[in-house]
C-alpha cells in the first residue's frame, strides 16, 4: 500500500508495546496492539478493568507519566509519529487536534477555577483569541452541548454544578478546538443511568455535526452499540477481536468475546429463561501472562500444546477486511449458547417482611443567617417516604433506583442502623421499625443479614477470612467450640466455593470477586431469614459479576432466604428478581412481579429509566425517551408527584400540586401516578426488534 | 446531604489481589520481616542505626562508662575531648562527659517513650471516642482539645512545671497533656474515615459493641498513621525535653540532662577551650532526633510506596 | 458565612475565658498563699496578713476569679494600688482600667510598663524570621513538590528533616560556636545593648537564623507535600491534556490548589514564632517576651505570667480565627456551598 491510500487514516497504532518500569522491574502493561482508525469513524474499544484500555489512550496523548513508555512500535497521528515531537508540538496537538472526556469529571476539573476560566483557556492557549471572543465561543459551546443557562454557568465553579453538566462542561472543553480525534474514557461510568442515556446522545450528536473521530473506551458492550461503527474487544493488554458492530455481535469468534455475551444479564430474560455462565478464574496480571493465548487458563477451548506456544497472531476471518481475531482454533470452535435456567419457585408464599408506610426523615440544620432569623433552621431530608411493599419467604425483591433514591438508607433503617420516623417494618411478626440494631435480639440481628458493595470496603483488612466468618459463627452462638467454629468456616467456604485454605488469607491477598464471595460467606454463616445485598455486583467486572450473581441465587435457594436486592443495574435486576420495586426520590414509584414492570402498563419514570437501559445487542431497538433537568434536591422535593418536574408525560397542574394516587395494575403490580392505568396500559413496549427489512 | 451512599459503580482496578504473594507471617518473623522492608529506604536504616546507637547506649550506661555521671575527678576539670581516659573529657566539675552523656540518654529514652506512651493511650481514647460516637461527644473532646491546643506549647510547659515543680513525673504529665490533643485529633480524623467503611457497618450489623468494633475493627487499621506519627512525636519529645533542660525546668542537678548540659555549658561557648561542653550534648540532642525523623520519613515512604 | 464567623467568635470568647481561668487557678495553687506571692520574699508576716485580709483570700476560688476578672477589665478597683497598704504599687495609668494586669514583682512596676515593650521586642524578631521563612519555604516547597522524586526534592527533603531535628538551643550553640567563637564574624549575645560595638544588625543576625532553621524546613515540607498531592491530581492531568504550557499549568492550575492546605501551617507560624522564641531569646539574652515569661515564672512572679499567658493565647486565637475566615475565603468549595 502506498501513503497516499492512508491519507484519510487519522490515527495509526503499530505493534505498540507500552510498559511501566516499578521496583518489581518492567510491567508489560500492554505487549502488543495495533489500531487504524479513518476520519470520522467511531471505534469502542473494549475490555474489563486491568486489561489496558485507558493505558493505550494514554499513550496516543503521549502521556504515561514518569514511569511509563511506549517500548516497540509507533503511533502516527495525522501521519506524523508522535515519539518524533518535540515537547512544543505535543503541546500543540493535545487539546485541539486530539482531545480527552474523561471518567470522573469531578476530578478532571479543577476545584478552584470557574467554568468559564477552565474552558477559554483551551481557546487562548491554542487560537489567541481574545478573552471575548472566547467568551462568547465558549458559551455557544456550551449551548451545543445542552447546557441550561451557560452564561451563568461560566461563573459557577464545577462542585456548584451536578455530575451530568459536569460532563457536558469536559465535553464541551474537548470540542471547543474541533478536534480531529476524541478519546472518551468511560465517559458515563460514574452517572446515573438515565443522565448516561442524555450524555451518550449528546455524543453521538456531536460527532455527527463536528465529524470528529471517536476513540471510545468503555467497559459496556451496550454502550458500544449506541455510539460505534466498528469495536475491538481487548483482553490483558492485547486485541482479541476486531469488526464491525454486526460481525462482532452476531458473527461473534473469539471465545473471550462468547465468554463476554455469556455472562451478560440482558433484559431479555431472567433466571428461569436462561444461566449466567461465568468466565472461571481471573486475568492474570501483566508480569504473569502465560506463554500463547493469554486467555488459556480461562478458555474452555483450550489445547495444550497448540494455545500455549509462542505467540499467536491476530487475523483475518473469512476473507473479511474488518473482522479478525487472536485465537489459533478459531475455525474448530462451536460455540454453544448458554442453557435454559431451571428454576423452579419454591416459595410457600409465607410473608417474612411486610413495609407498612413506612418513612425516614433526617433533620438537617440550615445554617444560613436568613434561615435562622426566620426560625426555620430545620429542614427535613425525607430520604423513604410512604414506602408499603411486603416480601415472601425465599423470594428476590430488587429495590431499583438512581442515586439519592433513598435505597440505601432503606438497607440501613431495616438493619437497624438508623430507625424508622414512621410507619411500620412487620419481620416475621415483629415490628422492628423502631428498635435499632443495639436494641434488637441475637435472634433478630442473626435473622437480617446484609451484604455490600464495594469489596475493598466490605472485610477488615486486618483480619483473616477465617476471623471474620468465624467472628459471626461464634457471635450467632451457632458453635463455640474453635475446632467446631474453624469446620463451620471451612463449610461456608465450600458453599461459596473456595479452597478452605482461603481461611488463613487476608483480605488483600483476594481478588475483588473473591472478596466478594467471602463477604456472602459472612452474611450467610448465621442461617438469616432475609439478606439484604446493597449493590452486591456493581463494583465488579461483568466476568466476575456473574460468578457472584450465580453465587447468591444458589445459596439462597439453598438457604430458603428472602433477598432484598438493591441496585441501580435493570439488567441484573431483570435477571435475578421475582419482585422489583422502582423507588425515585424517597417514594416507590412502581412495584410488582418482575416481568409486569418491564411490560406496560409502566410509570413514567420507569419507562424513560428502561429506554436508558444500554442493551448488548444491536437488534434490539429501544423507544426514544429522555428525562430533562437534574433530579430535585431531597431537601425540597416537588409537592405533588416526586416525578412531576421531569416527567415526559406530565398532566399539569394535579401532578405538582397532588400526591398521585396508588393505583392497582393487578396481581400485585402497583403504580403511583395519576394517569389512568387504562392509558398507561396503551403504550407500546420499550423494546422491539429491530425489523431486518427495513 | 443526605447519607445515601455513591451508588454509582467505582470500578476496582482489576479481579486481581493486589499483593500476589505475601505469605503471613506471626509474631517475631513477623517483625523481623517488617524490620527487612527498612531496607528499602535508607533513610530508614540510618535512623534505625542512630537510635538503635543510643537505645543500646542509654540500656548499656554502667557497661559502657568507666566513671559515674556524678563521680568528680578531682584531677581533671575542664578536660579536652579525645585526650587521656576521659573519651570527651571533662565539666568544670570533673565530672565524665561521655558518662553524663550516657546517663542523660537514659533519662531522655525514660522519659520520652513513657510520656508517648500516656498520650497515646489518653489521645486514641479521645479520637476514638470523638470520631465514632460524633454528636456531642465528639463536640466536648473537640472544644477542650481546641483549648489545649490554643495554649503555646511552651508556655503550658512552663507553667506547668514551675507551677508544680521539675521532676520525671511532671515532665511526663506536662508532655502528655500538651501532645494527647493533638494525637486525638488525627485519630479522630482516621477513626471518621474508617467507620464509614463497609466492615464497620458489618459489624454494627451483627451486633457487636462500640468498644469491641474500635478495639478491634478500627484500631488496628489506623496503626500505619500512628507508628510514623509516633516516630516524628518521639524526636519532638526529645527536643521538648531537650528545651525544658535548656530552660532550667528538666531534670532537677545533679541529674545528667541533655538540655541542662547545653544551658551549664551555654555561656562558654564563645570560649574556645570550653565550647566542647556545649557542642557535645548539643551533638547528641540533635543526632537522637534525627534518628528518629528519619525512621518516621523512611517508614512513610515504605507505607506508601504499595 | 455570617453565622460561622460569630460561632467563632463565640469559641474564641470561650477558649479566653476557660484559659484564663486556667491559668488563675494553676496560679493560686503554686505554693505559698496569694499574699506572700504578691509580695515576694522579703515581706513580713505583718504585711502579708494585712494583704491577706484585704484581698479577702478567704473567699472561694470562683469569687475570687470574678474579682480578678474585674480588676482585668476595668470594672473594679485594683485593690493593690490602694495607698492604705502602702505597698507603692503605682500605675500611672489609674486603678481602674482595661487590660489592668496588674503589678510585677519581678520587673519592680506595673505589669503593662514591661509587656507590650518585650512583645514588641519579639514581634520584632518574629517578624523578621516570618518574613524570611514564608516566601523561601514556598519557593522550595513548590519547586521540590512539582517534581517529587527530584534531585532538588530529595536535596530539600533531608536538609529539611535535619534542620528541623535539631533543637534551637543546640543550632544556637553551633552557629555561635562557627560564627563568634571561629570567625568572629558576629556577637554571642543579642541583648540589644552595646550597639556602639555590635551594631542592631548584627545582634540579630543569630537569633534570627536560628529561628528560620528550624521553622523553614517544616513549612516548606507542608507545602511540598501539598503540592505533591495536588500534581497528581486528575485536573492537573486534563490541563496537561489540554495543552497548557507547564509553567502556567503550575502557577495557575497547580499552585491556587497546593497553597490550600498550607495557608493554615503557614498562618500557624505566627503564634509559634512569638511564644515560641523563648529557647532563642535566653540562648542570646534577647530582652523579648519569651524570655520574660520565663525569668517571671522562675522568679514566682504570677501576675506577669498570667498577663503574658492571656497575651499569648489571645494571639493563638486570633490567628486561628483569621486562618479559618481566609481558609473558607481561599477555597470556593466551602466558600459557595
Same mark, same amino acid.
Not at chain 3, 92 to 105: C, Q
Given at each position: ?25 518492567? /510491567? ?61 508540538? =505535543? ?79 469536559? /465535553? ?42 471517536? =476513540? ?89 500444546? !497448540? ?71 430545620? =429542614? ?97 452462638? /451457632? ?64 466476568? !466476575?459479576?456473574?460468578?457472584? /450473581? ?22 441484573? !435486576? ?95 403490580? !402497583? ?24 | ?6 451508588? +454509582? ?48 547506649? *542509654? ?93 503555646? $506549647? ?7 512545671? +514551675?507551677?508544680?515543680?521539675?521532676? *520525671? ?116 540532642? +540533635? ?11 523512611? $517508614? ?7 | ?133 514564608? @516566601? ?30 535539631? @533543637? ?102 505566627? @503564634? ?66
Amino acid at each position: 500500500m502506498t501513503d497516499r491510500a492512508n491519507d484519510d487514516i487519522v490515527l495509526e497504532i503499530e505493534n505498540i508495546g507500552i510498559s511501566y518500569f516499578t521496583r518489581i522491574g518492567e /510491567i508489560p502493561a500492554v505487549p502488543d496492539f495495533s489500531l487504524r482508525l479513518k476520519r470520522g469513524e467511531s471505534y469502542g474499544l473494549v475490555g474489563e478493568s486491568g486489561c489496558g484500555k485507558t493505558t493505550v489512550a494514554m499513550a496516543i496523548m503521549n502521556y504515561l507519566g514518569r514511569n511509563g513508555g511506549v517500548v516497540k512500535g509507533s503511533i502516527r497521528f495525522e501521519g506524523r509519529d508522535m515519539a518524533a515531537m518535540s515537547g512544543e508540538e =505535543l503541546r500543540d496537538i493535545r487539546g485541539s487536534k486530539i482531545a480527552m472526556v474523561y471518567q470522573e469529571p469531578m476530578s478532571a476539573l479543577n476545584p478552584s477555577l470557574t467554568v468559564g476560566t477552565q474552558l477559554k483557556e483551551v481557546l487562548v492557549v491554542h487560537e489567541s483569541v481574545s478573552d471575548r471572543e472566547a467568551r462568547d465561543r465558549c458559551v455557544r459551546m456550551l449551548r451545543d452541548v445542552n447546557m441550561p443557562d451557560p452564561d451563568k454557568v461560566m461563573g459557577r465553579y464545577p462542585h456548584q454544578i451536578s455530575g451530568g453538566q459536569q460532563q457536558r462542561v469536559v /465535553i464541551a472543553m474537548a470540542m471547543l478546538s474541533n478536534p480531529s480525534l476524541l478519546l472518551l474514557d468511560e465517559p458515563t461510568t460514574a452517572l446515573d443511568v438515565t443522565v448516561e442515556a442524555t450524555v451518550i446522545d449528546l455524543i453521538a450528536r456531536l460527532r455527527e455535526k463536528f465529524d470528529t473521530t471517536l =476513540l471510545y473506551i468503555s467497559h459496556n458492550l451496550g454502550l458500544i452499540v449506541k455510539v460505534c461503527d466498528r469495536v475491538g474487544v481487548m483482553y490483558s493488554g492485547s486485541m482479541v477481536e476486531e469488526g464491525t458492530i454486526e460481525e462482532l455481535f452476531k458473527k461473534t469468534r473469539h471465545p473471550y468475546t462468547f465468554g463476554l455475551f455469556d455472562c451478560i444479564p440482558t433484559l431479555g430474560a431472567d433466571k428461569r429463561g436462561r444461566t449466567l455462565e461465568p468466565i472461571p478464574g481471573q486475568v492474570s496480571l501483566p508480569h504473569e501472562r502465560p506463554p500463547g493465548c493469554a486467555f488459556g487458563p480461562r478458555c474452555k477451548y483450550f489445547k495444550p500444546g !497448540v494455545c500455549d506456544r509462542g505467540e499467536i497472531p491476530i487475523e483475518h476471518l473469512d476473507g473479511s477486511a474488518t473482522h479478525r481475531a487472536r485465537c489459533l482454533r478459531v475455525d474448530e470452535i462451536e460455540h454453544v449458547a448458554s442453557s435454559a435456567g431451571s428454576e423452579v419457585d419454591a416459595s410457600d408464599g409465607e410473608v417474612v417482611l411486610d413495609i407498612n408506610r413506612m418513612s425516614k426523615f433526617y433533620e438537617v440544620s440550615d445554617i444560613s443567617l436568613a434561615a435562622i432569623l426566620k426560625g426555620e433552621s430545620t =429542614l427535613y431530608v425525607k430520604a423513604n417516604e410512604h414506602l408499603n411493599f411486603k416480601a415472601q419467604r425465599g423470594r428476590t425483591v430488587a429495590i431499583v433506583g438512581e442515586s439519592g433514591c433513598g435505597k440505601s438508607t432503606f438497607a440501613k433503617v431495616l438493619t437497624g442502623l438508623e430507625t424508622a420516623t414512621e410507619g411500620e417494618i412487620v419481620f416475621e411478626g415483629e415490628n422492628i421499625g423502631a428498635i435499632s440494631v443495639e436494641k434488637r435480639d441475637r435472634k433478630l440481628i442473626r435473622a437480617l443479614q446484609m451484604v455490600f458493595q464495594n469489596p475493598d470496603g466490605t472485610l477488615n483488612p486486618s483480619h483473616s477470612v477465617g476471623h471474620c466468618i468465624g467472628r459471626v459463627v461464634r457471635k450467632f452462638g /451457632i458453635e463455640s467450640d474453635p475446632k467446631k467454629v474453624r469446620e463451620r468456616v471451612g463449610e461456608m467456604l465450600d458453599i461459596v466455593r473456595l479452597p478452605k485454605e482461603f481461611a488463613t488469607r487476608k483480605p488483600r491477598q483476594l481478588s475483588g470477586g473473591q472478596k466478594q464471595r467471602i463477604a456472602v460467606a459472612r452474611a450467610f454463616a448465621g442461617n438469616p431469614s432475609m439478606v439484604i445485598a446493597d449493590e452486591p455486583v456493581s463494583a465488579l467486572d461483568v466476568s !466476575v459479576q456473574a460468578a457472584v /450473581i450465580n453465587l447468591l441465587n444458589d445459596v439462597q435457594k439453598q438457604y430458603n432466604t428472602t433477598l432484598l436486592f438493591i441496585s441501580h443495574d435493570l439488567s441484573v !435486576v431483570r435477571f435475578i428478581s421475582d419482585e422489583i420495586v422502582v423507588m425515585y426520590l424517597g417514594q416507590i414509584m412502581e412495584s410488582g412481579a418482575a416481568d409486569t414492570i418491564f411490560e406496560p402498563p409502566y410509570h413514567p419514570y420507569t419507562e424513560a429509566l428502561l429506554s436508558a437501559v444500554p442493551i448488548p445487542d444491536p437488534d434490539i431497538e429501544q423507544k426514544r425517551i429522555r428525562l430533562e433537568g437534574e433530579m430535585p434536591s431531597v431537601l425540597d422535593p416537588p409537592k405533588g408527584c416526586r416525578f412531576s418536574t421531569r416527567c415526559p408525560r406530565h398532566l399539569g397542574e394535579i401532578c405538582d400540586e397532588r400526591e398521585p394516587p396508588n393505583q392497582d395494575a393487578g396481581g400485585g403490580h !402497583v403504580i403511583k401516578c395519576h394517569i389512568p392505568l387504562r392509558e398507561l396500559a396503551q403504550v407500546e413496549p420499550i423494546f422491539h426488534q429491530k425489523d431486518a427489512a427495513a | 446531604m443526605t447519607d445515601e451512599a455513591r451508588e +454509582s459503580a467505582t470500578r476496582i482496578d482489576a479481579d486481581a489481589p493486589k499483593s500476589a504473594e505475601q505469605p503471613d507471617r506471626a509474631g517475631f518473623a513477623k517483625l523481623l520481616y517488617n524490620l527487612g522492608l527498612l531496607r528499602e529506604s535508607w533513610a530508614a536504616l540510618i535512623g534505625v542505626a542512630i537510635v538503635g546507637f543510643w537505645v543500646l547506649v *542509654a540500656i548499656f550506661a554502667d557497661a559502657v562508662t568507666v566513671f559515674g555521671p556524678l563521680e568528680q575527678d578531682q584531677f581533671a576539670f575542664f578536660k579536652q575531648p579525645f585526650q587521656g581516659e576521659h573519651w570527651l573529657g571533662t565539666d568544670q566539675l570533673g565530672r565524665d562527659l561521655w558518662s553524663r552523656l550516657a546517663y542523660g540518654a537514659r533519662n531522655t529514652l525514660i522519659v520520652a517513650p513513657t510520656a508517648m506512651v500516656c498520650a497515646y493511650f489518653l489521645g486514641i481514647s479521645m479520637g476514638m471516642l470523638a470520631g465514632y460516637y460524633g454528636g456531642w461527644i465528639d463536640q466536648l473532646i473537640s472544644r477542650i482539645s481546641d483549648i489545649i491546643l490554643s495554649f503555646p $506549647l511552651i508556655i503550658l510547659f512552663i507553667i506547668i512545671i +514551675s507551677v508544680f515543680g521539675a521532676s *520525671a513525673l511532671n515532665i511526663i504529665v506536662a508532655v502528655t497533656l500538651a501532645a494527647s490533643p493533638g494525637i486525638g485529633r488525627i485519630v479522630r480524623g482516621l477513626t471518621l474515615d474508617l467507620r464509614n467503611l463497609e466492615y464497620v457497618s458489618a459489624a454494627q450489623i451483627r451486633g457487636e459493641r462500640s468498644l469491641y468494633i474500635m478495639a478491634v475493627e478500627l484500631l488496628p487499621n489506623a496503626r500505619g498513621p500512628l507508628i510514623v506519627d509516633a516516630c516524628l512525636r518521639m524526636g519532638y519529645t526529645v527536643i521538648t525535653i531537650g528545651i525544658l533542660g535548656f530552660l532550667g525546668l528538666g531534670l532537677p542537678p545533679p541529674e545528667p540532662d541533655w538540655g541542662g548540659m547545653v544551658a551549664e555549658a551555654r555561656v562558654g561557648v564563645t570560649v574556645p577551650n570550653l565550647a566542647y561542653l556545649a557542642i557535645v550534648p548539643s551533638i547528641a540532642v +540533635s543526632s537522637l532526633v534525627i534518628g528518629f525523623n528519619l525512621l518516621a520519613d523512611g $517508614l512513610r515512604e515504605i507505607s506508601t510506596r504499595d | 458565612m455570617v453565622v460561622f464567623i460569630l460561632k467563632r467568635l463565640a469559641m474564641m470568647a470561650v477558649t479566653m475565658f476557660v484559659a484564663s481561668f486556667i491559668v488563675f487557678a494553676l496560679m493560686e495553687f503554686t505554693p505559698g498563699n496569694v499574699a506572700s506571692k504578691t509580695l515576694g520574699p522579703y515581706a513580713t508576716k505583718e504585711q502579708k496578713d494585712i494583704l491577706f485580709e484585704k484581698l479577702q483570700l478567704d473567699d472561694p476560688l470562683i469569687t475570687r476569679y470574678v474579682r480578678w476578672v474585674g480588676v482585668l477589665t476595668g470594672v473594679t478597683k485594683d485593690p493593690l494600688q490602694d495607698p492604705e497598704l502602702g505597698l507603692g504599687f503605682e500605675d500611672p495609668r489609674g486603678d481602674r482600667y482595661f487590660g489592668n494586669f496588674g503589678w510585677s514583682l519581678k520587673y519592680r512596676g506595673p505589669v503593662n510598663d514591661t509587656l507590650w515593650r518585650r512583645l514588641e521586642n519579639t514581634l520584632i524578631l518574629a517578624g523578621i524570621a516570618f518574613a524570611i521563612i514564608v @516566601p523561601l519555604s514556598l519557593v522550595f516547597g513548590v519547586l521540590s513538590g512539582m517534581r517529587e522524586g527530584s534531585m532538588l526534592d530529595r536535596g530539600l527533603s533531608y536538609t529539611s528533616i535535619t534542620l528541623t531535628s535539631i @533543637p534551637e538551643f543546640a543550632s544556637a550553640v553551633f552557629l555561635t560556636a562557627v560564627f563568634v567563637l571561629l570567625l568572629g564574624w558576629l556577637p554571642g549575645t543579642a541583648n540589644m545593648q552595646n550597639f556602639e560595638e555590635w551594631s542592631w544588625a548584627s545582634q540579630m543576625v543569630l537569633p534570627v537564623a536560628v529561628l528560620v532553621l528550624y521553622d523553614f524546613g517544616y513549612v516548606a515540607r507542608m507545602v511540598r507535600g501539598s503540592m505533591v498531592e495536588v500534581m497528581t491530581r486528575p485536573y492537573i492531568r486534563t490541563a496537561i491534556l489540554k495543552g497548557i504550557p507547564y509553567r502556567q499549568v503550575i502557577l495557575k492550575h497547580a499552585l491556587r490548589n497546593a497553597l490550600i492546605a498550607p495557608f493554615t501551617v503557614i498562618l500557624l507560624q505566627i @503564634p509559634f514564632l512569638i511564644t515560641g522564641v523563648v529557647v532563642t531569646e535566653i540562648a542570646f539574652g534577647y530582652p523579648g517576651f519569651g524570655k520574660m515569661l520565663l525569668e517571671s515564672a522562675l522568679f514566682g512572679d504570677i501576675t506577669t505570667v498570667e498577663a503574658a499567658t492571656l497575651i499569648a493565647v489571645f494571639i493563638a486565637v486570633s490567628t486561628q480565627l483569621i486562618g479559618d475566615v481566609g481558609y473558607m475565603y481561599i477555597n470556593p468549595r466551602i466558600r459557595f456551598t
